[in-house]
């Protein structure tokens, strides 16, 4: 009998751990839904109203954008308020009704001439309207995409608790090109992608369709992101051979419906790899029928392939000069190929060479200014953000502004090869913003990087902004819980650029955790400060480039072996018993003399330069006085302190919020946030050690000595860090 109770209890308290066990799993989040959770509305005064103001949905079109806008509306809404809602044949009150004004008569009745020309090709209007005594809420627009992304806004309404009572919005993107550079090979390796490996399995294509590639178009289409780059710009011409090409067609296939056009990069060589030549120049007749004919074969598979982005005399990769062309030369000739198309082309301007001994600050705009107005009306020129290489913090690139008949597009770097990797939570939308906020003074003041490119300084028909993707394979798509928000920002900072950091944030908070206040509050103060405190213990005050050779991950500010000055952090420091910095005034590379002189003013004297910028364009006394009143060297101690000091207040607040996330992702992000403190001190110490071999200044009393030496810091080795 005692026996069998205790056999009896057994049981019981096994069935009670598997209970709990299947619980926790079934309330567990990997991040897979990424903002699209569409859970439902926690607050239950707001879901009752919610549920009486929306009871179905009013559909009548069943073109493939318009499937998926009724699949994304109906899941949505469902999830949301926790019951069915189901696409209607009869008009109800509460019918949330998606049509172009062309599809339905009640969109063509009850929008005006007007808004339809604000909301543009690609725009939206959503509207709380009345048509025959019912009370509905109208999304529509020019175009099937404007009023999926119109579905798009209004779920983000309801996810992030808005009211939704009197509607009466009209939206139409900034820029037209809206991308994500993916910089993945075709044996799934990605290059600086630290979220493992590509999500395209060119094995595997055509014939299986992954369930990702459409959760990742549902993804972009959420933030009107319209285009994607499948291959790395270090190209492999293997993708152009049908082969590859019925692969690029199945994914093509999936993402129309989204509204997002597939590009390719196109490896200047591929005449001779691929196409049996013996040369590649381009005013070789052979090399243009080859381009013409695999443009039409492309194009014979994907009607609305988007066209080629390339990446030319970079870097090793082989490009027009080869043959002692321009850049110009090289663009033009395949956008002749893509032309008869609509196609584009997609020059990149991040071009450095060994040869060329001028400061590779200036480099691209020595070699693209003088191109201006020689490109192909169908050419964009890439400019990354900044003249070097993403770094924490440059000051905008020269090239905006100073080529006015040319479309410049811009390149900013989702994944954070130089900002911490796979590991450190870093919110890019300041990053983002201070660039597109930066002022060139191009046309006069308030003439900012944004105008120069949405197209609106020059009136440019073309524009874009392209991101290098950050999405791997893994279970939550970025690696880092938080590396989301950036994809995220991205797409809504190419729709409308004016939209704040903190808004991006509150939006991304609530769609991906919850509308808790303290927790978007916390969070928040997070997210905002974290590219600041990533500066400070990584290149506070301007430093750049002083990062491990190679994988790029943490400090090796003393490496000056390498075959190229340029690629040598020393080059970029110059850090000297006098002090520290790049001169790049007049009494020096003079790279200042390329912007614009009311931009230039706020950079060219040493005693009035914004301090964020200090040591990137001033060599700076170790003793010159800040306006801190602090030395340079306590200033810089101060910084790689209080940065490293930072990321334990990240960690604390983090902590505050334990009952307020799941247990999963809470706990992913806690270790990550251990890690980045450990790195953040990593950095710190073994920067200070160094610089302090050149300033011999003591690091002062009141911080903790580093707990290891500078030949420690300098024997680490990664040689299997992941994305290199
Ligand atoms: C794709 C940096 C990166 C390279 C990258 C290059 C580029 O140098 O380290 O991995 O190559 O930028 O943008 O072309």
């Given at each position: 009998?005692?026996?069998?109770w205790?056999n009896i209890s ?7 751990l598997?209970?709990?066990?299947f ?12 903002w699209?959770r ?8 707001l879901?009752?109203k ?12 069943t073109?493939?954008?318009m ?14 308020l ?13 019918c ?10 009640i969109?063509s ?5 007007d808004e339809?020309i604000?909301a543009?090709t ?10 025959q ?10 175009s ?9 806004h ?5 996810q ?8 009466d ?18 044996d ?7 979220a ?13 369709i992954?369930q ?9 289409a ?8 499948l ?14 090409l019925?692969k ?15 590009f ?18 381009l ?5 243009q ?8 074969e492309?194009?014979?598979y ?13 870097e ?6 080869d043959y ?5 030369d090289?663009?033009n ?7 008869p ?6 020059w990149?301007?991040?071009?450095y ?5 001028v ?17 192909k009306?169908?050419v964009?020129?890439q ?9 924490p ?18 390149e ?9 990797q ?30 120069v ?11 874009g ?17 938080f590396?989301q928000a ?5 797409g809504?900072?190419?729709?409308d ?17 919850s509308?808790d ?6 969070c ?6 974290s590219?600041?405190?990533l ?8 430093l750049h ?7 790029h ?7 000056s072996?390498?075959n190229?000055p340029?690629?040598n952090?020393?080059?970029?420091h ?7 910095g790049?001169?790049?005034?007049a009494?020096?590379?003079?790279a200042l ?10 950079w ?13 364009f ?5 003793d ?36 307020k ?18 790195d ?18 003591p690091i ?7 707990d ?14 992941p994305?290199?």
């Amino acid at each position: 009998m005692k026996n069998n109770w205790s056999n009896i209890s057994r049981t019981v308290l096994l069935l009670c751990l598997s209970l709990t066990v299947f619980i926790k799993m079934a309330i567990a989040e990997n991040g897979y839904e990424l903002w699209l959770r569409y859970k439902k509305i926690d607050d239950p005064v707001l879901l009752a109203k919610y549920q009486k103001e929306i009871s179905c949905i009013y559909i009548n079109t069943t073109s493939p954008t318009m499937q998926v806008v009724k699949e994304e509306l109906q899941s949505g809404l469902s999830g949301l308020l926790g019951k069915r809602i189901n696409n209607t044949v009869y008009l109800k009150n509460g019918c949330v009704i998606a049509a172009t004004s062309a599809q339905s008569e009640i969109a063509s009745r009850l929008v005006s001439h007007d808004e339809l020309i604000q909301a543009g090709t690609e725009g939206y209007i959503i509207k709380t309207v009345s048509y025959q005594g019912k009370k509905l809420v109208l999304i529509t627009g020019n175009s099937e995409h404007g009023i999926l992304y119109g579905s798009f806004h209004f779920l983000r309404l309801l996810q992030t608790n808005q009211s939704i009572n009197d509607l009466d919005i009209i939206s139409a993107p900034k820029t037209k090109l809206r991308m994500l550079n993916h910089w993945d090979n075709l044996d799934r390796h990605v290059e600086r992608g630290y979220a493992g490996i590509s999500l395209w399995n060119w094995h595997t294509l055509p014939d299986y369709i992954d369930q990702r590639y459409i959760d990742y178009a549902r993804a972009n289409a959420s933030i009107g992101i319209n285009g994607t780059v499948l291959t790395n710009v270090n190209a492999n011409a293997t993708v152009l051979t049908p082969e590859y090409l019925i692969k690029v067609k199945a994914l093509a296939d999936i993402f129309r419906p989204y509204g997002i056009k597939v590009f390719l990069t196109a490896r200047f060589s591929a005449p001779i790899e691929i196409g049996g030549l013996k040369t590649a120049d381009l005013l070789n007749e052979d090399v243009q029928s080859w381009w013409n004919n695999k443009a039409k074969e492309i194009y014979s598979y994907i009607p609305d392939f988007g066209g080629f982005l390339v990446k030319a005399n970079s870097e090793g990769q082989p490009g027009p000069q080869d043959y002692k062309r321009t850049h110009a030369d090289g663009a033009n000739m395949l956008a002749d190929a893509v032309a008869p198309y609509k196609g584009i082309v997609i020059w990149r301007a991040f071009v450095y060479t060994a040869e060329n001994p001028v400061d590779r600050h200036k480099q691209a705009f020595d070699d693209f200014v003088s191109l201006d107005g020689k490109f192909k009306n169908n050419v964009l020129v890439q400019v990354k953000n900044g003249a070097i290489d993403f770094m924490p913090r440059e000051p905008f690139h020269p090239m905006f502004g100073a080529m006015p008949k040319t479309p410049l597009m811009m390149e900013f770097q989702v994944t954070q090869e130089y900002l911490g990797q796979g590991t450190h939570l870093v919110f890019l939308a300041p990053l983002f913003k201070e660039v597109l906020e930066s002022d060139t003074y191009a046309k006069g003041k308030g003439s900012t990087v944004a105008k120069v490119i949405d197209g609106s300084l020059e009136g440019h028909d073309i524009s874009g902004i392209a991101g290098v993707s950050n999405i791997g394979n893994d279970i939550n798509w970025c690696g880092h819980p938080f590396a989301q928000a950036n994809w995220f920002a991205l797409g809504r900072l190419a729709w409308d650029h004016d939209i704040s950091s903190e808004q991006i944030a509150d939006e991304w908070l609530r769609m991906t955790y919850s509308n808790d206040k303290e927790l978007v509050n916390t969070c928040k103060q997070i997210m905002l400060r974290s590219r600041e405190i990533l500066v400070d213990y990584m290149n506070p005050l301007g430093l750049h480039h002083i990062m491990g050779t190679g994988h790029h991950y943490g400090p090796a500010p003393w490496v000056s072996y390498l075959n190229r000055p340029e690629w040598n952090p020393v080059y970029y420091h110059k850090a000297d018993s006098i002090g520290i910095g790049f001169d790049r005034t007049a009494t020096g590379s003079n790279a200042l003399a390329q912007y614009f002189p009311g931009a230039r003013k706020q950079w060219e004297d040493l005693n009035t330069c914004d301090e964020k910028f200090l040591l990137w364009f001033h060599h700076v006394p170790w003793d010159h006085k800040m306006k801190s009143g602090r030395t340079l060297w306590d200033e810089l101690c101060f910084r790689y302190y209080s940065g490293a000091d930072s990321v334990l207040w990240m960690k604390k607040m983090w902590q505050s919020l334990k009952s307020k996330i799941d247990e999963q992702r809470f706990k992913e992000v806690n270790m990550l946030l251990n890690i980045q403190y450990k790195d953040a001190k990593w950095w710190r110490n073994a920067c200070l050690l160094y610089f302090q071999t050149f300033s011999n200044k003591p690091i002062p009393d009141n911080y903790d000595p580093p707990d290891q030496s500078l030949d420690y810091y300098k024997s680490l080795r990664f040689r299997f860090a992941p994305g290199n």
